[in-house]
């Protein structure tokens, strides 16, 4: 925990001169580590991180992004608390952090770190840290923000209490980021994000026909298990009114690939996605699930029967959730 202690610390002692606060603006990457910049007046130090973790996240009234956004900071709040069980499950195991001063291999070492230096605070009678949220929101579709401003007591003489003002922004995973991608706009964007899931689709039923190795085949299928709830709620939101009606014809074979991975599982998904939407659009999920979900939707059949039921499906409960302006 020293070196975490060390940064606050020269990040306190550049506060102390030069006023009561700094701003510190960070942005966590992904698969491929960015850079957090963390400047406090004109001196800057430089974090790479990882994903967060957006499956233990519910979303917020459909929104995913925001749903990231309060749960990292109702987490970060608590970790400063010294409970740090759910900043564990919103970090990926291999996030990493590194700063001129101090590093982290792992989300592991990252909260150990965090957990010394609420310790170091709150030792010798000192006030314990106390970090509150300001606000959260949506940047773009895949990125939420917290601003937040953590209040520490630098163990001097004088005791100086000193407030940390910060922004930080988070990058779901690449499979998160294209599920919140589905309602972009862009028609040749949107494309290729539904393109995307539906190839990935295409193989993980490739690999259930034996055309894949066991390793793929499991790999695929435990990623689609573990976002299926996600992609589920996303798709159905999707069709219900945020992509045009013109598109809906795109996204019928991924409704159908995500039903194929596990009936029992999807249909979970989907139930929970139906229930997710405003009241008005319950009747009409009901009714969507029940034409997918029906021995005519499921039946194997060269002629692509089962294709067309998916298809008027959807096309019907989009109809439906535009007439009524669910969205």
Excluded at 120 to 137: H, I, Q
Excluded at 243 to 269: M, N
């Amino acid at each position: 925990a020293l070196s975490l202690l060390l940064f606050v610390g020269q990040m306190i002692a550049l506060c102390s001169l030069l006023g009561s606060a700094a701003y510190l603006p960070s942005t966590p990457s992904g698969l491929s580590p960015g850079v957090w910049q963390v400047r406090s007046g004109r001196r800057a130090a430089a974090v790479r991180g990882a994903l967060v973790d957006a499956t233990a996240v519910g979303g917020a009234g459909g929104r995913l992004e925001q749903g990231v956004a309060e749960a990292f900071a109702m987490a970060l709040v608590e970790a400063w608390k010294g409970d740090d069980a759910g900043l564990g499950r919103m970090l990926l195991p291999e996030m990493r952090v590194e700063t001129p001063i101090w590093s982290c291999a792992s989300a592991r070492d990252y909260l150990d770190d965090l957990a010394g230096a609420c310790r170091f605070f709150t030792n010798a009678g000192r006030t314990p840290p106390a970090l509150a949220v300001l606000s959260t929101g949506v940047v773009r579709p895949g990125v939420a923000k917290v601003q937040w401003s953590l209040g520490v007591e630098w163990p001097s003489a004088w005791r100086s209490r000193v407030n940390l003002l910060a922004e930080s922004e988070l990058l779901l995973s690449s499979f998160q980021c294209g599920c919140a991608a589905l309602r972009i706009q862009h028609r040749e964007a949107n494309r290729a994000v539904v393109g995307f899931f539906e190839m990935l689709l295409v193989l993980r039923q490739a690999g259930a026909r034996g055309n894949l190795s066991p390793a793929a085949f499991n790999g695929i299928t435990t990623l689609l298990v573990a976002n299926g709830a996600q992609l589920a709620q996303e798709l159905l939101l999707a069709i219900a009114g945020l992509v045009p009606p013109a598109r809906v014809r795109f996204l019928s074979p991924v409704l159908k690939g995500l039903v194929l991975v596990d009936y029992a599982d999807s249909r979970s998904w989907l139930e929970a996605a139906v229930q997710a939407l405003p009241p008005g659009g319950h009747m009409d999920g009901a009714t969507l699930l029940q034409a997918i979900y029906s021995a005519e939707a499921l039946a194997r059949d060269d002629r692509g029967a089962g294709d067309r039921v998916f298809g008027q499906a959807a096309e019907a409960f989009s109809n439906a959730c535009r007439r009524r302006r669910l969205l």
